[in-house]
């Protein structure tokens, strides 16, 4: 990654993208490979993916043909994929070398523990924290072995976080969760600054409902921009990475055109004015 005006740096040493493509609901090999096609040629660099996504092998497949088409190689981009919560706990290893073969890559930049919880279990199940000890140590073994070059967390309040941090062998590079101008996550952004955490955002657009609000329109009406690039902008201009998604070239494209102007100071507050603690996705408050 050579690109460091656009992109943040790791506890690790290394660079992840400010901006990358998400591809949480992205199918099938046709699609994929036209997304990630528009996504390499507006220059995206990073890669989101999952094992819950269930895209992992065409989006490996994608880049590998879709590189050398646009002068790239695999150290060119960063790659990000997460262990799904049925993973959780014994299964985790298995599952962690699973992604690495789906995705046919010898490391991947950035691996994650998608969610606190461990599916089948109830969210007040004790379980769920012995389970995620044993998936930390799981990764924490992989990027020993260089298969994960930054290790990380998704969905983790304070309360996971702290426990993750008092008991791990090697401390996360990422906390991936849900960031907009309704859930500005002060105090876990805290945490992370104080931890040396990159503190990640997706559904920057609210699953879309952001893309209505009248105090966001107004601030793109006044700037000339698009309100998901206002939106996307608010956070990248905090040193915030995002992972916008789109399955169209040309709002991939739109969604890429974010470093080429900046917020005022006055409109940056009056996004984060509309911080009411709503969240759009999944809540893992509950989760032991």
Same mark, same amino acid.
């Given at each position: 990654?050579?690109?460091?005006?656009?992109?943040?740096?790791?506890?690790?040493?290394?660079?992840?993208?400010?901006?990358?493509?998400?591809?949480?609901?992205?199918?099938?090999?046709?699609?994929?490979?036209?997304?990630?096609?528009?996504?390499?040629?507006?220059?995206?660099?990073?890669?989101?993916?999952?094992? /819950?996504?269930?895209?992992?092998?065409? !989006?490996?497949?994608? @880049? $590998? *043909? #879709?590189?050398?088409?646009? =002068?790239?190689?695999?150290?060119?981009?960063?790659?990000?994929?997460?262990?799904?919560?049925?993973?959780?706990?014994?299964?985790?290893?298995?599952?962690?070398?699973?992604?690495?073969?789906?995705?046919?890559?010898?490391?991947?930049?950035?691996?994650?523990?998608?969610?606190?919880?461990?599916?089948?279990?109830?969210?007040?199940?004790?379980?769920?924290?012995?389970?995620?000890?044993?998936?930390?140590?799981?990764?924490?073994?992989?990027?020993?072995?260089?298969?994960?070059?930054?290790?990380?967390?998704?969905?983790?309040?304070?309360?996971?976080?702290?426990?993750?941090?008092?008991?791990?062998?090697?401390?996360?590079?990422?906390?991936? /969760?849900?960031?907009?101008?309704?859930? !500005?996550?002060?105090? @876990? $952004? *805290? #945490?992370?600054?104080?931890? =040396?955490?990159?503190?990640?955002?997706?559904?920057?657009?609210?699953?879309?409902?952001?893309?209505?609000?009248?105090?966001?329109?107004?601030?793109?009406?006044?700037?000339?921009?698009?309100?998901?690039?206002?939106?996307?902008?608010?956070?990248?201009?905090?040193?915030?990475?995002?992972?916008?998604?789109?399955?169209?070239?040309?709002?991939?494209?739109?969604?890429?055109?974010?470093?080429?102007?900046?917020?005022?100071?006055?409109?940056?507050?009056?996004?984060?004015?509309?911080?009411?603690?709503?969240?759009?996705?999944?809540?893992?408050?509950?989760?032991?």
């Amino acid at each position: 990654m050579s690109d460091h005006e656009h992109s943040v740096l790791l506890n690790t040493g290394s660079q992840m993208p400010l901006l990358g493509l998400g591809t949480y609901k992205l199918r099938g090999i046709e699609n994929i490979m036209l997304t990630v096609d528009a996504a390499l040629g507006a220059g995206y660099r990073h890669f989101d993916t999952a094992a /819950v996504y269930r895209n992992e092998v065409e !989006v490996g497949l994608a @880049l $590998r *043909e #879709l590189l050398p088409k646009h =002068g790239l190689l695999r150290d060119d981009v960063f790659i990000t994929s997460k262990l799904g919560p049925r993973d959780q706990g014994p299964m985790a290893s298995e599952a962690c070398q699973r992604s690495l073969d789906q995705l046919g890559l010898d490391y991947i930049d950035l691996f994650l523990v998608h969610w606190p919880g461990t599916q089948g279990l109830h969210v007040e199940d004790p379980h769920n924290s012995a389970n995620r000890a044993q998936s930390w140590a799981a990764l924490e073994e992989f990027h020993k072995r260089g298969k994960f070059r930054a290790i990380g967390v998704s969905n983790y309040t304070v309360r996971h976080l702290e426990e993750l941090l008092v008991s791990c062998k090697v401390a996360p590079a990422v906390l991936q /969760v849900e960031f907009h101008p309704r859930l !500005v996550q002060r105090e @876990l $952004r *805290e #945490l992370c600054a104080q931890r =040396g955490v990159c503190f990640e955002a997706y559904s920057s657009l609210g699953t879309g409902a952001l893309l209505s609000d009248p105090a966001v329109l107004k601030v793109a009406s006044g700037c000339g921009r698009s309100v998901a690039q206002v939106l996307l902008r608010w956070a990248v201009q905090q040193n915030v990475p995002v992972l916008p998604k789109s399955c169209h070239p040309s709002r991939v494209l739109e969604n890429g055109q974010l470093f080429n102007f900046e917020l005022s100071q006055e409109d940056m507050d009056k996004l984060t004015s509309l911080d009411n603690g709503q969240r759009f996705c999944w809540d893992p408050t509950l989760v032991a």
